[in-house]
């Protein structure tokens, strides 16, 4: 156990069985639960009515002991696999709500919380994976992050935050735990021959995103606990709790300003000191692992050796190991789990990391058995006979289960990787490489802290969107010199992987005149990249190749129908300011061309492209010049967004009556205006003045969600074969592996359906009936 | 938006059903551009099927006017439609059919001329015209241009079939080196067709082409098909790759496109010249 749980939380959990029990009879309305339950790390999935379970595991920390359980429940209550998140966090999913009561005391018999896993809490503290172990760390931060941990989770104004509050310890001034990017951010340090931290405060990704301030160059390791309860405090007080995309502490500190916020931040401090806070008691040092009696495996293949080189590296501690186990996207198996855990059980209790790339890492492994962890890993993730930067990659989910989703970014992942294994260039020279794929300019997927990183966006070609890719370079870690990467320019989502060969393939070439990635990319990098972007920017028509249509791994033309709804849609901001662009400057040239066919051409242009502009926001897509007007004129003129005079001359664009265009000149202008007006007036959900509010979010902050477990398709009441038809639809767009859940009707649709699917393949996991008609579960082959 | 609207679910419903097509499949098909050269006795069932199974781009290569004579067998083409350019009473019962296809009209005789302007950008393309000339130059043409492309031929009660896939199977040439001297082999005016056979060969090559468009099963590949409707004979000959073809062989002697003599062709409408 790496952390102690406060003795109120067996209580806390019997009341949580009390509001599920009020919940299911319906005495509890599901948004009342919903701000009980999120807080114990207790989220809703897409499905109504299953759940992921979120365990806190401090920096990364858990025995194999704990593993087996965690793994064991969720062979007994949740999906076939664990998910290992990006704060070191393990996840149960697909847990059914009466399921979630028994999991969370069969988790605290074995001392493992999910309490402040989501919600305005204190959330799962990070630390450096290699903690403790690392040849070049400045001193142990585990310990740190283990008591801090039991003491804030014993605190109830933990609990009753604004907003999240991430905490995070790096081991050296490398800070490759990101601790910049986190609201409270440690970086062991040493001044003067004495260990300390170096403290940074409001970083962060998401919106508006930052590097963390400076907060204290120096602090003595007594005072993390002062330091962290100070900050909290001022967030407490402070902290926005009206607007919650404006509440995380980094927006606090924008809003007070500097001074002001450090005042405050003092004041705390002060008060903390004066009361003689007791500092934080730390865990008695770990012993290191007994001498174990398990066989060693020999294995003096070269598969062995390149393995050893890769993904193995020499403790501090003379004769122990620490290894490296990707863990493609963080999802690993329970049996998998299950192996790991029973193959660590004898090696002692503080032999497992989580790392922020969804990864493993066990420690202390003597070297003796080196052989016998391969031969383990080997059976678990094929990426271990990859070059090891290919599986520190991050990418969400993207459009396949998320609503503001642009881009499929596994889909590129697993594309840019085919064809990086196709170059068979000596991709280990890239060490550490970092490369991450967000679905959309929200950095779920860490693009912004990745040496290269891609986000999804929309790119046109006349009126044809396709799927590209924003690129970003050259983020920096490190104790005074972090930095977000830098937006470099965009490239097609198709042709992507050839860019990233093309680009790494460059920079390989010219490695050795440069210290590092980063120092490559200021002096050299970033023209290469643009030049590259340049070199990719023209895409062939629709006609030519459709392929730059459709996005990687999907089955679909490339089409923005239906996005655009919800908070946060950055990606679809970009669309609209090309249309504004262009609307202001063909206003202003339409002031100084005289009369003829370039100025109608203007015209032409002008009543298009406002006309377009704000068709994303109602989510339609227009594939033709005509229809750009049509449902300009359902949109916005039907609806009275915009004024009712305008008609005639939408209509009269819609004919290409260029006479009339000509005629009402002024009238297309004002079009212009008012439709920029508009904009101007249109709120983060894509809502206009007047507009009958959408039904309004729940008051309880959406927390980000995992990729939905299952697809699901209602079929009831789809005749055959059209049933048939439409699971196939739907499973086209799964990957191997993955489920989907239909429900059909009862008598012909049952009884044909589900065989002819297994005719083809794949395999049916569950066919039950509820009611009068039938849920079936289908993998996909 | 989706290619599979509710409505195109419906209509490709059957296809989609079968494992061999499914989604994938059929947007394959939406995706293909297939030419069809003759509108004719050949060309016409081909292209209804190849119109109705949704297939995106249809080509259609022909000079020619409907004449009376020609709609005992080409039966994309309606008494209505006498005296129109065949690709275009072609092209309006395909859209009748089926919107989701572009039709592209090539209103010419093929030659050596223009023939790789033609066939350029096509995934496959179906061989539906009525003399040696023309199908010695299709295959040349496709063989060079690397297009798989469906061989037909029909005359009285007999038909002939194979799919050429260029540098992987036997092409025209591999098995019949040149064209018969003129005057060897009758002409449909000399000999008669019976209809009807025309639409069974045509069939087999549309589905020739769907099967290669979707990856389906085994094309006539190195085998020529052939039957005999009197007694209803089927016989699949297996043919081989000449090494000494000219064409595709291992010295070719053929570089250059050229037009065959015109010898035997069909000249069912023996009103108008033999140019071809
Ligand atoms: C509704 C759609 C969304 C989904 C499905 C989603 C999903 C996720 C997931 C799965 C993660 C990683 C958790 C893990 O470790 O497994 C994540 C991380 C994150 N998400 Fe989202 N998210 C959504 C919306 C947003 C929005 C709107 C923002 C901000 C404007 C955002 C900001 C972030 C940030 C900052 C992280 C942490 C990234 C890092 O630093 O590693 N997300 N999200
Ligand atoms: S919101 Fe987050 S999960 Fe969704 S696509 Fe964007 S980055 Fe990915
Ligand atoms: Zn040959």
């Known amino acids: 156990m790496f952390y102690t749980i406060p003795a109120s939380l067996a209580a806390e959990i019997d009341e949580l069985e009390s509001l599920v029990h009020q919940f299911q009879s319906g005495r509890l309305d599901p948004t009342a639960f919903k701000a009980r339950r999120v807080p114990f790390g207790v989220y809703e999935q897409r499905q109504d009515n299953t759940f992921m379970v979120r365990v806190r595991c401090p920096g990364g920390a858990i025995t194999p002991r704990q593993l087996k359980e965690v793994a064991e429940l969720s062979q007994v209550y949740g999906a076939e696999t664990l998910h290992i998140t990006t704060r070191q966090e393990l996840q149960l999913h697909d847990v059914a709500l009466p399921n979630v009561v028994p999991i969370l005391r069969r988790l605290l018999s074995v001392g493992l919380a999910t309490r402040g896993g989501g919600g305005n809490t204190v959330r799962n503290i990070t630390a450096a994976f290699d903690a403790g172990v690392a040849k070049d760390e400045i001193f142990d931060v585990s310990p740190y992050v283990f008591a801090l941990t039991s003491r804030l989770i014993d605190e109830p104004d933990s609990w009753l935050l604004p907003r999240k509050y991430k905490i995070a310890f790096a081991n050296s001034e490398k800070d490759s735990i990101h601790a910049v990017f986190n609201d409270l951010g440690f970086i062991a340090i040493q001044q003067k021959g004495v260990s300390g931290f170096a403290v940074y405060v409001a970083g962060g990704m998401g919106t508006k995103p930052q590097v963390g301030h400076l907060l204290h160059e120096f602090i003595a390791e007594a005072e993390v606990y002062l330091v962290a309860e100070a900050v909290k405090r001022v967030f407490n007080q402070h902290g926005n709790r009206k607007n919650r995309h404006a509440a995380r502490l980094r927006f606090l500190w924008n809003s007070l300003g500097e001074a002001k916020f450090r005042e405050l931040y003092q004041q705390e401090l002060d008060e903390l000191r004066r009361q003689a806070s007791a500092p934080l008691t730390l865990p008695p040092q770990r012993k290191l692992p007994a001498p174990v009696t398990i066989a060693a495996v020999r294995e003096p293949s070269s598969d062995f050796q390149l393995w050893r080189s890769r993904f193995a590296s020499a403790q501090k501690q003379p004769g122990l190991y620490l290894v490296l186990v990707p863990i493609f996207l963080g999802n690993l198996a329970n049996e998998h789990a299950l192996a790991l855990a029973d193959f660590l059980l004898p090696l002692g209790d503080d032999v497992l990391r989580a790392t922020i790339d969804q990864n493993l890492c066990l420690r202390n492994i003597p070297e003796a058995y080196l052989g016998n962890v391969h031969a383990l890993v080997k059976s678990i993730t094929c990426l271990a006979s990859e070059p090891r930067w290919f599986g520190s990659s991050v990418a969400c989910t993207g459009a396949a289960t998320c609503k503001l989703g642009i881009c499929l970014p596994r889909g590129a992942l697993a594309a840019i990787t085919k064809k990086l294994q196709a170059a068979s260039l000596d991709w280990d020279r890239l060490a550490d490489f970092k490369m991450n794929l967000s679905g959309c300019p929200n950095t779920c997927g860490a693009h912004l802290t990745a040496d290269l990183g891609f986000f999804g966006k929309v790119a046109r070609n006349g009126q044809t969107p396709y799927p590209a890719y924003g690129i970003v370079a050259g983020a920096k870690l490190g104790h005074g010199k972090a930095r977000l990467a830098e937006l470099v320019g965009e490239v097609s989502a198709r042709d992507l992987p050839a860019f990233v060969v093309e680009f790494l393939k460059s920079y390989l070439e010219q490695s050795s005149r440069f210290a590092s990635f980063t120092d490559y990319f200021e002096q050299q990098g970033r023209q290469d990249l643009r030049a590259l972007c340049e070199k990719h920017r023209i895409i062939p028509g629709f006609d030519d190749d459709k392929n730059y249509y459709y996005d990687w791994g999907a089955t679909e033309i490339f089409s923005l129908a239906g996005r655009g709804v919800g908070e946060c849609s950055a990606g679809l901001f970009d669309l609209i300011e090309v249309d504004l662009k262009n609307v202001r400057t063909l206003r202003t040239e339409l002031g100084t061309v005289s009369p003829g066919s370039k100025r109608d051409e203007i015209l032409d242009e002008l009543a298009l492209s406002a006309a377009r502009m704000l068709l994303i926001t109602r989510g339609v897509e227009a594939h033709s010049e005509a229809e750009v007007f049509t449902q300009f004129r359902r949109h916005f003129i039907e609806s009275g967004l915009v004024a009712a005079k305008y008609l005639p001359l939408v209509e009269a664009a819609q004919r290409k009556d260029t006479a009339h265009l000509r005629a009402q000149s002024a009238d297309v202008l004002s079009l212009a205006q008012t439709v920029e007006e508009l904009y101007g007036k249109m709120d983060n959900s894509m809502r206009f003045p007047g507009e009958s509010a959408q039904p309004p979010g729940p008051a309880e902050p959406k927390p980000p969600r995992p990729p939905a477990p299952f697809a699901e398709r209602d079929l009831r009441g789809v005749l055959c074969p059209m049933n048939f038809v439409k699971t196939k639809l739907a499973l086209e767009g799964l990957s191997v592996g993955q489920r989907l859940r239909i429900l059909l009707d009862d008598g012909a649709p049952i009884q044909n359906v589900p065989r002819s699917v297994a005719e083809e393949g794949h395999t049916i996991v569950e066919q039950i009936k509820t009611g009068g008609h039938w849920a079936v579960i289908i993998e996909k082959r | ?276």
Request: hydrophobic share 40%; glycine share 10%; charged share 20%.
């Open chain 2, 1 to 276: 938006m989706s290619f599979f609207t509710e409505a195109r679910l419906e209509r490709y419903s059957r296809h989609i059903i079968l494992k061999e097509v499914g989604i994938q499949g059929q947007e394959r098909l939406y995706r293909a551009k297939i030419l069809i050269v003759g509108a004719g006795g050949l060309g016409a069932p081909a292209a209804l099927y190849l119109a109705a199974a949704g297939v995106g781009t249809l080509g259609i290569a022909d000079a020619d006017r409907v004449e009376l004579s020609n709609l005992q067998r080409q039966i994309i083409h309606h008494t209505s439609d006498l005296g129109k350019a065949k690709v275009e009473s072609a092209a309006d019962k395909i859209r009748a059919i089926n919107p989701d296809v572009t039709v592209r009209e090539h209103h010419c005789f093929i030659s050596a001329a223009n023939i790789r302007d033609v066939i350029a950008g096509y995934d496959f393309v179906i061989d539906g015209t009525d003399n040696f000339a023309a199908k010695f130059l299709i295959n040349d043409a496709c063989v060079l241009a690397g297009i798989p492309y469906s061989h037909g031929g029909i005359l009285r009660f007999n038909g002939q079939t194979m799919t050429v896939l260029p540098g992987k199977s036997a092409c025209f040439r591999c098995v019949f080196r040149k064209p018969p001297p003129p005057g060897a082999v009758p002409t449909c005016s000399q000999a008669g067709v019976l209809g009807a056979i025309a639409g069974m060969l045509g069939t087999i090559q549309a589905t020739e082409a769907l099967k290669h468009i979707v990856g389906a099963g085994h094309v006539l590949a190195d085998t020529l098909l052939t039957f005999e409707a009197l007694e209803m004979n089927f016989r699949r000959i297996k043919v081989r790759r000449d090494p000494e073809c000219p064409l595709c062989g291992e010295h070719p002697s053929i570089h250059e496109l050229f037009d065959e003599e015109p010898p035997a062709a069909c000249d069912l409408k023996s009103s108008q010249p033999l140019t071809r």
